[in-house]
């Protein structure tokens, strides 16, 4: 299984809303991340986790709040977004470790949409 | 901004041509790897390139990397329709965690 989902595929949310964002994998990765991408533009890294913690937060605002409750899965809680913040956000893993390769995987996206 | 350059922003060729598109960064890094992406979707990795390499060769895919001039090249030969699609580059830092994405060509095959 070389997969990585992503839940859902759209999302349309208020700015008062909370949802989440969910991506899982099954090929052992130990390290997960989230990008934003805008139209047009190449992916922003977010968030990093090594073995299930938080390694790299490239300054992303609080609204954003990642969560990696076991070595499979990855969330991304949002709680007041702005409009600028609707974007195709990407979940991608990575094999950690001796012998590992460099490669990311990555899954579909969620496409947000913040009204 | 630790992210990269690419140049063309946009490439349209015939279906059989040979497509360059190029790559410029500001830090040193481990490796340098090219992802494709079709529209609106994931991204897809397509070559590897260490630091202490030059160059690599997989299927129709070359790259090339100067790590003096900090720039990579990614040559795609007897390009299809389907080939059509954004690239981009990612350097990967010494600490190998951390992935930034060049600004992509967007690349255009015509049947």
């Known amino acids: 299984d070389t997969e990585v989902t992503q839940t859902p595929k759209h999302l349309v949310m208020g700015m008062t809303n909370k949802k989440s964002l969910k991506c899982e994998q099954h090929m052992g990765h130990r390290a997960m991340y989230w990008y934003k991408q805008k139209a047009k533009k190449p992916p922003e890294l977010m968030f990093v986790?090594?073995?299930?913690?938080?390694?790299i937060n490239e300054s992303v605002p609080s609204r954003f709040s990642p969560e990696c409750p076991n070595s499979s899965l990855l969330n991304l809680h949002l709680h007041a977004l702005q409009p600028e913040d609707s974007a195709l956000y990407l979940c991608?893993?990575?094999?950690?470790?001796?012998?590992?390769?460099?490669?990311?995987?990555f899954g579909p996206g969620t496409r947000l949409t913040v009204l | 901004s630790q992210q990269g350059e690419e140049d063309p922003q946009a490439l349209s060729i015939q279906e059989g041509e040979n497509a360059t598109m190029n790559c410029s960064y500001k830090t040193s890094i481990n490796n340098l790897q090219w992802y494709r992406q079709n529209s609106g979707r994931g991204l897809v990795h397509l070559i590897l390139i260490r630091s202490n390499e030059r160059e690599k060769h997989s299927g129709r895919l070359r790259v090339t990397l100067d790590t003096s001039k900090k720039s990579s090249s990614l040559l795609i030969t007897a390009s299809r329709a389907a080939d059509t699609a954004s690239y981009f580059c990612?350097?990967?830092?010494?600490?190998?965690?951390?992935?930034?994405f060049g600004t992509g060509t967007s690349l255009t095959v015509i049947p």
């Open positions: 986790y090594s073995y299930e913690k938080l390694s």
């Open positions: 990612a350097t990967v830092t010494n600490t190998g965690n951390q992935f930034y």
């Open positions: 991608a893993s990575r094999r950690l470790g001796r012998g590992s390769q460099d490669t990311q995987y």
